[in-house]
């Protein structure tokens, strides 16, 4: 019985720390947010450079993140909705087990966009987009590299479209 409360315990634990949700001021304009290259959940190298040009929205989540699974469903319905208009989704994860349960995690839920290993660098200050110490933590880069937001916590679906639309349109 005490295992069960444990577990119970542990899972409120993390349910509170990656439900956090609030505007975090972009890190800034001293490094090139197009630097950051990670491997995809098969291995291959990809670079934020490889998206220059479009609207990226850089998501960073874990598999055990129940905020990020909310906030899942926004995201892979922008991509649908706007990636032929100059949207790209990227997902960084940051599980310890990496592509062991990230690219299953990809398969089951369809997502369309590409997801990166992460695991645990980003909580080191100085990293591109970092540090990361807040679940989900969205990072929206316009067609430009200019950081528009960074949010940590679930994005706001009004916040997310009317950025979209906002730099789509230009």
């Known amino acids: 019985m ?15 720390s ?3 949700a609030a505007r975090a001021e972009p890190t800034g304009d ?3 947010p197009y630097e ?10 990809v670079s934020l450079g490889d998206y220059r040009g479009k609207l990226l929205v ?23 909705k706007d990636g032929a208009a100059g949207l790209q989704v990227v997902g960084i994860g940051l599980d310890r087990e990496a592509e062991l349960v990230l690219e299953p995690f990809r ?14 660098r980003f909580a080191e200050p100085g990293l591109p987009l970092g540090p990361i110490h807040t679940l989900p933590t969205t990072v929206v880069i316009s067609r430009s590299g200019r950081i528009l937001a960074r949010w940590e916590g679930v994005l706001p679906r009004p916040l997310l479209d009317a950025m979209i639309a906002h730099d789509l349109a230009r």
Do not use: M
Request: proline share 9%; glycine share 6%; hydrophobic share 50%.
């Open 2 to 16: 005490a295992s069960g409360r444990r577990w119970v315990a542990l899972l409120l634990l993390a349910a509170a």
């Open 18 to 20: 990656c439900a956090h």
């Open 30 to 32: 001293d490094y090139d």
């Open 36 to 45: 950051l290259s990670l491997p995809d959940t098969r291995g291959q190298p």
């Open 58 to 80: 850089v998501n960073f989540f874990a598999t055990w993140c129940f905020p990020c699974l909310g906030l899942l469903p926004l995201l892979i319905e922008a991509q649908q």
């Open 107 to 120: 398969e089951f839920y369809r997502i369309p966009y590409p997801i990166l290993v992460g695991a645990d």
